[in-house]
């Protein structure tokens, strides 16, 4: 038992580890931002321009409520509503991944367009020890 606690206390104090759960954490807090986003501000905006319709309550009754038995239905609005969160958040990371690769690019565009120092050759390496030699 003391082993399997040793191993796993390797295994989650690895760097990757710690990362995930850093990045998992980041992209629950995002999630709750771009959701907000698209009920908040984007949807209102769409319902006006399609007349004031209220995505969400858009509704396929498959059976009514009774005394005893509750109201049955699929609610395809609340459906379309994560679709267009899902389209934000993709839409959000390409914007962001597309940022990280041009940075990346001009990063290296940059390193490349330094010339390296060019190879000092045998005779200048010889001629610099025979130098240092002498003056010895």
Do not use: C, H
Request: charge should be positive; charged fraction near 20%; avoid cysteine.
């Amino acid at each position: 038992m003391k082993n399997f606690l040793k191993e796993f206390k390797n295994f989650a104090m690895r760097g990757n580890v710690l990362d995930m759960a850093i990045g998992i954490i980041i992209g629950a807090a995002f999630g709750k931002i771009v959701s907000s986003l698209v009920s908040d501000i984007i949807m209102p905006l769409i319902s006006v321009l399609v007349g004031g319709i209220d995505f969400t309550s858009w509704k396929i009754m498959l059976r009514t409520a009774t005394e005893t038995t509750p109201e049955i239905f699929i609610s395809y609005g609340n459906f379309i509503q994560v679709v267009f969160d899902f389209l934000i958040i993709a839409w959000a990371i390409f914007i962001m991944i597309k940022g990280i690769n041009k940075f990346t690019e001009k990063q290296k565009k940059e390193k490349a367009a330094v010339p390296a120092a060019p190879a000092t050759s045998e005779e200048i390496i010889l001629l610099r020890e025979i130098r240092d030699l002498l003056k010895k």
